[in-house]
């Protein structure tokens, strides 16, 4: 494991942020579990916690990532050619990747996980699974190898080829359908090729221009449907598959979706636009739905500035809204905040990374030399950096021990990965939030 960069910020565990500590502050009861993230992996642990009968707290800054993803789930896209099946391909990589969060986990837990989210999230109607890959289109006609996806976007699987119309709103700018029409011809797919082609509607929307989110919200309108049908019916064909982008409404997609689809005919699916997306909103709000049926608790708009720690434990997480500072006091803290990416991870004016929450020990820190390449998608030597974990999801020391008694890591805060290269971010944030919650029920049971 690196240890090469960084060496100033490794034993800062359970820092206090000077001047910024609760003071006056009101604080909470004591709670079972304080998850800090509220991201998926750590909406995952609060959700099967609360379901277990734990007082569960979520506090975040924010909302994570959902926002911005595609609300699909990808466990293994590339290792490092396109994986056909997670299932199949999963022991070898794991084998190669000794250091990775599935090496802690194994295939069968990554799988016990990925079923669990399904029954949480059962709204959204998650289809497929690790035996085959789905490979749906990109908001630019990239083909996108992944496990799970919407029933608003399952039909867009784009292996075996076939027929395709791209539906494009004049008023919508998010997303571009000649590229994206284009890119699906030359799309290297099994069983192709796709022919596809675009159509434009320009429904009465009441503005010229308008995001994803906006449009979502005007598609709910069943007068705004019916404008879009009537224009839409006369230019499908028969044997065509119909893609809309992914706008079909924030409260109720799959009853549009539905709809859509029984009114045409035809299949049909949704592609992604750029954020913000319109099917990572809705996987939030059906967590956070899960987590309050749960009887879970989220807070948002709560900054994580310090932590209270003693006899290798933490007490309280001491978060600031405003300026007020609140006191979370738990037995056990789940630690979600996320990667570089996310901003659990931070760097200093010198280059040395550190956990920004509690000052844990980071591993797979990149050699000397720039952590970040000029290319977006290239293999960034900082992408790995993150806490190192054991089986159970235990940050560790220098030693290779539990870094603290009562504190689990989940998501893109566990180092090891390179889930933009990889496509498993997904996978890697349920499967980890679904096992650091085991841990604690093993210990509190």
């Known amino acids: 494991m690196s240890t090469s960069r960084g060496e100033g910020t490794r034993g800062r565990i359970g820092h206090r942020v000077p001047g910024r500590g609760p003071g006056p502050g009101r604080g909470r009861g004591m709670r079972d579990v304080v998850v800090i993230g509220a991201g998926v992996a750590g909406l995952a642990a609060a959700i099967r916690l609360a379901e277990a009968?734990?007082?569960?707290?979520?506090?975040?800054?924010?909302?994570?990532?959902?926002?911005?993803?595609?609300?699909?789930?990808?466990?293994?896209?590339?290792?490092?050619?396109?994986?056909?099946s997670p299932a199949e391909a999963l022991p070898a990589f794991v084998r190669d990747?000794?250091?990775?969060?599935?090496?802690?986990?194994?295939?069968?837990?990554?799988?016990?996980?990925?079923?669990?989210?399904?029954?949480?999230?059962?709204?959204?109607?998650?289809?497929?699974?690790?035996?085959?890959?789905?490979?749906?289109?990109?908001?630019l006609g990239v083909p996108r190898p992944t496990a799970l996806a919407p029933a608003t976007m399952a039909e867009g699987d784009l292996r075996g080829g076939g027929r395709i119309v791209v539906v494009g709103f004049r008023a919508l700018k998010d997303l571009h359908p000649g590229l994206l029409t284009e890119n699906l011809r030359r799309a290297d797919v099994p069983g192709g090729p796709v022919e596809a082609r675009a159509v434009e509607v320009a429904p009465d929307l009441g503005a010229a221009d308008l995001n994803a989110v906006a449009l979502a919200?005007?598609?709910?309108?069943?007068?705004?449907?019916?404008?879009?049908?009537?224009?839409?019916?006369?230019?499908?064909?028969?044997?065509?598959?119909?893609?809309?982008?992914?706008?079909?409404?924030?409260?109720?997609?799959?009853?549009?979706?539905?709809?859509l689809r029984g009114a045409l005919g035809r299949p049909v699916f949704e592609v992604p636009t750029l954020p913000p997306s319109v099917p990572g909103i809705r996987l939030f709000r059906a967590l956070r739905h899960a987590l309050r049926r749960a009887g879970g608790r989220l807070t948002m708009g709560a900054e994580v500035v310090g932590a209270e720690t003693g006899n290798g434990r933490?007490?309280?997480?001491?978060?600031?809204?405003?300026?007020?500072?609140?006191?979370?006091?738990?037995?056990?803290?789940?630690?979600?905040?996320?990667?570089?990416?996310?901003?659990?991870?931070g760097s200093d004016s010198t280059g040395a990374f550190r956990e920004r929450v509690l000052g844990l020990p980071l591993r797979f820190l990149p050699p000397e030399g720039p952590p970040f390449l000029p290319g977006y998608l290239g293999a960034h030597p900082a992408a790995r950096v993150?806490?190192?974990?054991?089986?159970?999801?235990?940050?560790?020391?220098?030693?290779?021990?539990?870094?603290?008694?009562?504190?689990?890591?989940?998501?893109?805060?566990?180092?090891?990965?390179?889930?933009?290269?990889e496509k498993s971010g997904e996978g890697i944030s349920i499967a980890t939030g679904y096992a650091a919650a085991g841990t604690v029920l093993a210990e509190v049971g």
Not at 59 to 81: F, Q
């Open 314 to 345: 933490v007490t309280a997480v001491l978060t600031r809204t405003g300026s007020r500072a609140v006191r979370h006091a738990a037995r056990w803290f789940v630690l979600a905040t996320g990667g570089v990416g996310g901003g659990g991870v």
């Open 217 to 259: 919200r005007r598609m709910e309108e069943p007068e705004v449907r019916k404008e879009v049908l009537r224009e839409l019916e006369p230019a499908v064909a028969d044997a065509e598959r119909v893609a809309f982008p992914a706008v079909l409404g924030l409260d109720d997609a799959p009853g549009i979706w539905a709809e």
């Open 97 to 139: 990747h000794p250091d990775h969060p599935y090496a802690r986990l194994g295939p069968e837990r990554i799988a016990e996980a990925l079923s669990w989210f399904r029954g949480r999230v059962a709204e959204l109607g998650y289809r497929g699974g690790l035996q085959r890959n789905l490979l749906l289109p990109s908001a």
């Open 386 to 421: 993150g806490v190192a974990v054991d089986e159970r999801m235990r940050p560790l020391g220098p030693d290779d021990a539990p870094a603290l008694e009562n504190v689990v890591a989940a998501g893109a805060t566990i180092g090891g990965a390179e889930p933009w290269r």
């Open 53 to 84: 009968g734990l007082s569960v707290e979520v506090v975040a800054k924010g909302v994570g990532a959902t926002h911005l993803a595609a609300a699909v789930v990808d466990v293994l896209g590339y290792a490092p050619g396109r994986v056909d």
